[in-house]
């Protein structure tokens, strides 16, 4: 789900790599999934090898020369691990201050506390919810992972019945809720009102999440039976702490990010003028990269020396918390690197063309363009720029209303069955500790019953309004 920009985005509509007609893309498309499936699951190679040689048999059979196809795929590569890969790693560093300092068994034992085990995963919907309002999809998964793994692992939950209400929270809100960069292109492109989709995105998202949340995961909990990776777990400090930071010092640290993140977005919101002093302060106070690093360095004084640590205890916990992390980043950057050489060869403006001559509702329009883009590149945000580019036209007669509607409809077939091709269809895999068939059936279904679901509410919407 890695988002790109506007300026990103025009770059990948530059001249293909390769001459290929739509059936050969087709085909090359399906070979090089069908190599990467293959791969992973029956020579068990690990995933970062065999995105790789998907990319490169992707590239062959679409017919690019080997040179462009490496310049593609090293491109994305190098630009998801630039845009997600500091974001993973200050999460991690983060997150293991809260693990070493007793901070993350503080939040823990809380929600344990205060939560009983039927409300657990309606609690963790709740926050991550809250917490992806203003997050990127990444930021949000690396905040909310040690407190998803620890509660799981101490309240002896099932990893699913906890982790996907956290993760439908976080896509919802990625897919359908401005401020997130999807959503807000949507909006320009087709001249809808922000307060308009923002009010029915809300709408839609509540009883959508409740049914991909805590509704679901109880199906998952069955299918996928799994308990929380040991080595993803932050584990307890291995000596005895005099102290640990209070509930309040821990939570504020945490949401730190979200409101910073928060503030850029209202003030981007209520100013709507880069020229201005507070807008320029809030773009940089409030980007991801230094909304996390702010919460990393306070945090080395809300949680490390609140609980007693030295200045060399505080090196060797940043220290340690990089290594895990290393794989993930791989194999995360691997899956941006197949995402932009499928982009490069043009599926995108396949799709685009597939679909210039359907004659059905222009909800479901751009629906069923941005569910062809999702599923051929992978990414959420370059199938909501393209299906919203697509039906703009249509959107210019419609009422206020409609055209939200229209928004809501491409962001909801933005999130369509995530696989892989899809950088997040892998973090979250990595993180979770779970197989690419496990993933599958947990993660890419909540997807799909996210974007249905979402597309049924918005249809009856239309029905409404």
Not at 71 to 79: D, I, K, M, N, Q
Not at 310 to 328: F, H, N
Not at 351 to 361: G, K, M, R, T, V
Not at 419 to 446: C, I, P, R
């Amino acid at each position: 789900m890695t988002s790109l920009s506007v300026e990103t985005l025009a770059a990948d509509a530059a001249e293909p790599i390769t001459s290929a007609g739509n059936a050969q893309l087709g085909i090359a498309v399906l070979a090089g999934i069908a190599v990467i499936v293959l791969l992973i699951t029956k020579f068990k190679v690990h995933a970062f090898l065999a995105l790789t040689i998907g990319s490169l048999a992707l590239g062959s059979f679409a017919g690019a020369a080997p040179a462009k196809t490496i310049a593609s795929f090293t491109t994305g590569l190098g630009s998801t691990v630039a845009g997600v890969g500091v974001l993973i790693a200050l999460g991690a560093i983060l997150g293991k201050l809260l693990a070493d300092s007793g901070g993350a068994d503080q939040i823990v034992d809380t929600i344990l506390a205060r939560a009983s085990g039927r409300a657990m995963p309606w609690a963790m919907v709740l926050i991550a919810s809250i917490i992806g309002l203003p997050l990127f999809f990444e930021v949000g998964i690396v905040l909310l992972i040690p407190v998803v793994l620890l509660v799981a692992k101490r309240g002896n939950y099932s990893l699913m019945r906890i982790g996907i209400p956290a993760l439908a929270g976080l896509s919802v809100m990625h897919g359908l809720i401005p401020p997130h960069p999807g959503p807000l292109v949507a909006i320009d492109a087709l001249d809808a009102n922000l307060g308009v989709t923002l009010a029915l995105g809300v709408l839609v998202a509540i009883p959508t999440v409740i049914i991909a949340g805590p509704v679901f995961s109880r199906y998952a909990a069955r299918w996928v039976d799994i308990e929380a990776p040991e080595k993803m777990i932050p584990q307890r400090p291995s000596e005895d702490l005099d102290r640990r930071p209070g509930f309040g010092a821990t939570l504020a640290t945490i949401l730190l990010p979200v409101v910073l993140m928060l503030v850029k977005a209202l003030v981007d919101i209520v100013v709507d003028d880069p020229e201005q002093g507070v807008q320029r302060v809030t773009d940089v106070i409030g980007s991801p990269l230094i909304a996390l690093l702010a919460a990393v360095v306070v945090g080395m004084f809300t949680l490390g020396r609140a609980a007693g640590f030295s200045k060399d205890r505080l090196s060797v916990t940043v220290e340690k918390s990089l290594a895990p992390i290393a794989g993930v980043l791989l194999i995360v950057g691997a899956g941006g690197g197949f995402k932009q050489t499928l982009i490069d060869a043009g599926v995108g403006r396949m799709i685009l063309d597939f679909s210039e001559d359907w004659s059905i509702p222009a909800l479901l329009l751009g629906w069923l363009i941005a569910v062809a883009i999702r599923l051929a590149t992978g990414s959420a945000t370059v199938a909501t720029i393209s299906a919203a580019g697509l039906v703009a036209p249509l959107a210019a007669d419609m009422s206020t209303t409609h055209a939200a509607l229209l928004v809501l409809a491409v962001g909801a077939g933005s999130l369509f069955f995530s696989h892989v091709n899809d950088a997040g269809f892998w973090l979250v895999k990595e993180y979770f500790g779970m197989s690419v068939g496990q993933t599958v059936k947990t993660w890419s279904v909540m997807e799909t019953i996210i974007s249905v679901v979402s597309l049924v509410f918005v249809l009856l919407l239309s029905l409404i309004l």
